[in-house]
């Protein structure tokens, strides 16, 4: 009964340093999507992946890439970490985009850059 | 384009009486909305969600509410709130006519206090 597990759950980086954030869903949904949480902004799409073998840019892209490496699994990389990325992440899933299902999410995952 | 608006930063309310969270939107097809329940370090929690039909929509923990389309409104309303429903709640919608990108409001912070 995991539902969307994300990994790490803690990070901090140093300005310039690369990181992947893993994330793996068990419902065998087809979306998965990567979001950012600041304080006073709700949550903002970064990136989204509408089925197996596709990605598309959200609201919120630069400084980010994805990698939907198979069903279950949907990771974000962080090239050259920088101090406006502080924030917290949280992965999503959902059966598909076109039905009324609400998206699953992980637990989060705290990243600071110094 | 999509938008949603929680013009409340913070609720306060005493244990026991009515509680009410405020959401109006902005989407050019038909709205498809939802309340989500984020609690101190966890990820975001489905509680309910509008699709089409009766007007007053019951969740999760008591939670219910009330889609006003000539208003633009979908507030979340509980009758007796309690000290365990302290946490940040978040309104977010999309066009039910597109592909499912999810638009969330800035999230309103619920304090109830015994």
């Known amino acids: 009964n995991a539902g969307v597990t994300q990994t790490p759950k803690f990070q901090v980086l140093k300005t310039g340093q690369s990181m992947t954030l893993q994330c793996a869903q068990d419902m065998n949904h087809n979306s998965m999507y990567w979001y950012r949480q600041d304080p006073g902004m709700g949550l903002r799409l970064i990136y989204y992946?509408?089925?197996?073998?596709?990605?598309d840019k959200g609201e919120v892209p630069n400084g980010y890439n994805v990698s939907r490496l198979n069903k279950r699994e949907f990771s974000l990389r962080l090239e050259s970490a920088a101090p406006s990325q502080t924030s917290v992440y949280f992965c999503?899933?959902?059966?598909?985009?076109?039905?009324?299902?609400?998206?699953?999410f992980g637990d989060g995952t705290r990243l600071s850059i110094l | 384009a999509q938008s949603v608006a929680q013009p409340e930063d913070q609720v306060n309310v005493a244990e026991g009486n009515p509680l009410t969270v405020k959401c109006t939107y902005s989407v050019s097809g038909n709205p498809y909305l939802f309340w989500y329940v984020q609690y101190p370090n966890r990820g975001l929690q489905f509680l309910l969600k509008y699709i089409t039909g009766d007007n007053l929509v019951k969740g999760s923990y008591g939670f219910e509410a009330e889609f006003n389309k000539s208003q633009t409104s979908f507030h979340l309303k509980k009758p007796s709130a309690l000290v365990s429903d302290s946490a940040l709640y978040f309104c977010?919608?999309?066009?039910?006519?597109?592909?499912?990108?999810?638009?969330f409001g800035a999230g309103t912070q619920v304090v109830v206090t015994p």
């Open positions: 977010a919608v999309r066009d039910g006519g597109s592909w499912g990108k999810l638009q």
């Open positions: 999503a899933s959902s059966p598909s985009g076109t039905d009324n299902q609400p998206q699953h």
């Open positions: 992946s509408a089925s197996e073998g596709t990605t």
